[in-house]
Nanobody, 121 residues
Framework: QVQLVESGGGLVQPGGSLRLSCAAS????????MGWYRQAPGKQRELVAT???????NYADSVKGRFTISRDNNKNTVYLRMNSLKPEDTAVYYC???????????????WGQGTQVTVSS
């Protein structure tokens, strides 16, 4: 089994910054793409950013130039640096990982439990 645990959320004023972390643990042989998604109240979950194991990144248009995704493959951890935060960035942020199990060699996508980010003055 694989677990993903997010941390780093909280309350921040508009224009402020936060860094989210997501650490994967358990029976992991390798992790391909990892990503961050968010879900605001009353809205569908949406893509924020993804990163491949080789470091190729992809961002939603709404966060380009403000957010940066990165990862540490040795620690099975993905990060999301969020700058110039806006009230519309308020949401629960979830990470996921496209993972190969070291025990079953099966491939599954696992999700974290989410961390709340609130941007408000």
């Amino acid at each position: 089994q694989v677990q993903l645990v997010e941390s780093g959320g909280g309350l921040v004023q508009p224009g402020g910054s936060l860094r989210l972390s997501c650490a994967a643990s358990g029976s992991i042989l390798s992790i391909n793409a990892m990503g961050w998604y968010r879900q605001a109240p009353g809205k569908q979950r949406e893509l924020v950013a993804t990163i491949t194991s080789s470091g190729n990144t992809n961002y939603a248009d709404s966060v380009k130039g403000r957010f940066t995704i990165s990862r540490d493959n040795n620690k099975n951890t993905v990060y999301l640096r969020m700058n110039s935060l806006k009230p519309e960035d308020t949401a629960v942020y979830y990470c996921n990982g496209d993972t190969i199990s070291s025990s079953t060699w099966s491939r599954n996508t696992y999700w974290g439990q989410g961390t709340q980010v609130t941007v408000s003055s």
